[in-house]
């Protein structure tokens, strides 16, 4: 496998207002590895803006990381929203906001445009399904949404949720098919950038009691300031083992995605 591989657009449709669904091929001989969890992150080089084909070979030169190659390509972190045939097409929920090359691309993305897929064989969720009897608590932004969903989608029988979910219009909301008993707060309107984030105080009220008990598990993922917030309050207010919960941020208010390094994700849990 190379470190950067090919894979075309197959379709691209508007879920809700703010989400589009963009569907991948893996072009040759490769394919998305199996056993991923609910979050698992996928990395993606874009085309520059104008351009409908991403200059994935870059990644692929044997000196890069190494030597000066020129400016490096877009890339950004998203989120394998579902698995088909085996791992050779994968559904990606990019969320569409203003002023983001991702997010502008996603919105012009059609069938026949290519994107890289850099490939790792190591796993990429922070979700960390517990074993046993489970109580859980999760929590997302737009950009944590895919992930969640996909956790919901893949609860136990007997799993017991509650999710907190910001999202920008009503028209946002989801539905998803779930064997787990899941309720939801949605939070409409507020956070993504057009104004504060109501997650945090969501969370410090909301009525989910014992979340320092050992068959409790939290999730987070959303932007990287509330997060912090969230993951003290988590630990420090609501007394849970750090074991128990893995709060992640997607992404950071005022800061553009393009990072250097493979593995800079915006926050990762301490
Ligand atoms: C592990 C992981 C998984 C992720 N999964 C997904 C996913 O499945 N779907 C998804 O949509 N995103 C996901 N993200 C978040 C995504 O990587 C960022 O939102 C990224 O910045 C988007 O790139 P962009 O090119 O559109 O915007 P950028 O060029 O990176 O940013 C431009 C400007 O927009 C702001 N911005 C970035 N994202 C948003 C937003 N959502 N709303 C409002 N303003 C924003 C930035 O602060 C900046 O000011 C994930 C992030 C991580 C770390």
């Not at 669904?21 to 893996?26: F, T």
């Not at 939290?218 to 932007?223: I, P, Q, R």
């Not at 609501?238 to 074991?243: F, I, P, Q, T």
């Given at each position: 496998?190379?470190?950067?591989?090919?894979?075309?657009?197959v379709?691209?449709?508007s879920?809700t207002p703010?989400?589009?669904?963009i569907?991948?091929?893996?072009?040759?001989?490769?394919?998305?590895?199996a056993?991923g969890?609910?979050?698992e992150?996928?990395?993606?080089?874009?085309?520059?803006?104008g351009e409908?084909?991403?200059?994935?070979e870059f990644?692929?030169?044997?000196?890069?990381?190494?030597?000066?190659?020129g400016?490096e390509p877009?890339w950004?972190?998203?989120?394998?929203?579902k698995?088909?045939?085996?791992g050779?097409?994968?559904?990606?929920?990019?969320?569409?906001h203003?002023?983001?090359?991702?997010?502008?691309?996603?919105m012009r993305?059609?069938?026949g445009?290519?994107?890289g897929?850099?490939?790792?064989?190591?796993?990429?969720s922070?979700y960390?399904?517990?074993?046993?009897?489970?109580?859980q608590?999760?929590?997302?932004d737009?950009?944590?949404?895919?992930?969640?969903?996909?956790?919901?989608?893949?609860?136990?029988?007997?799993d017991?949720?509650?999710?907190?979910?910001?999202i920008?219009?009503?028209e946002d909301?989801?539905?998803?098919?779930?064997?787990?008993q899941?309720?939801?707060s949605?939070?409409?309107?507020s956070?993504?950038?057009s104004?504060p984030?109501?997650?945090?105080?969501?969370v410090?009220t909301?009525?989910?009691?014992?979340?320092?008990?050992?068959?409790?598990?939290a999730w987070?993922a959303?932007?990287s300031?509330t997060?912090?917030?969230i993951?003290?309050?988590?630990?420090?207010?609501?007394?849970?083992?750090?074991?128990?919960?893995?709060?992640?941020?997607?992404?950071?208010e005022?800061?553009?995605g393009?990072v250097?390094?493979?593995?800079?994700?915006?926050?990762?849990?301490?």
């Amino acid at each position: 496998m190379s470190f950067c591989e090919p894979a075309r657009v197959v379709s691209a449709v508007s879920l809700t207002p703010h989400m589009r669904r963009i569907s991948i091929e893996a072009e040759g001989d490769w394919n998305w590895p199996a056993g991923g969890q609910g979050d698992e992150r996928i990395d993606l080089a874009f085309p520059k803006p104008g351009e409908t084909e991403a200059d994935y070979e870059f990644f692929n030169h044997p000196d890069y990381g190494r030597a000066d190659l020129g400016t490096e390509p877009p890339w950004r972190h998203y989120t394998v929203r579902k698995v088909h045939d085996g791992g050779r097409r994968l559904d990606i929920d990019f969320v569409v906001h203003p002023g983001g090359l991702a997010a502008d691309w996603a919105m012009r993305a059609e069938p026949g445009h290519l994107l890289g897929v850099f490939w790792s064989e190591s796993s990429r969720s922070h979700y960390q399904s517990p074993s046993g009897p489970r109580r859980q608590l999760l929590v997302a932004d737009a950009t944590g949404l895919p992930g969640l969903g996909r956790i919901v989608e893949e609860l136990r029988e007997g799993d017991v949720a509650h999710a907190i979910i910001e999202i920008e219009a009503e028209e946002d909301r989801q539905e998803f098919t779930t064997r787990g008993q899941v309720t939801y707060s949605w939070l409409v309107g507020s956070g993504l950038g057009s104004s504060p984030s109501a997650l945090f105080d969501a969370v410090k009220t909301m009525d989910f009691p014992n979340l320092d008990a050992d068959d409790t598990y939290a999730w987070v993922a959303c932007e990287s300031a509330t997060s912090r917030r969230i993951r003290k309050h988590l630990r420090e207010i609501r007394g849970m083992a750090r074991d128990r919960h893995n709060v992640v941020g997607y992404w950071r208010e005022g800061a553009d995605g393009h990072v250097s390094g493979m593995n800079d994700e915006v926050t990762v849990d301490a």
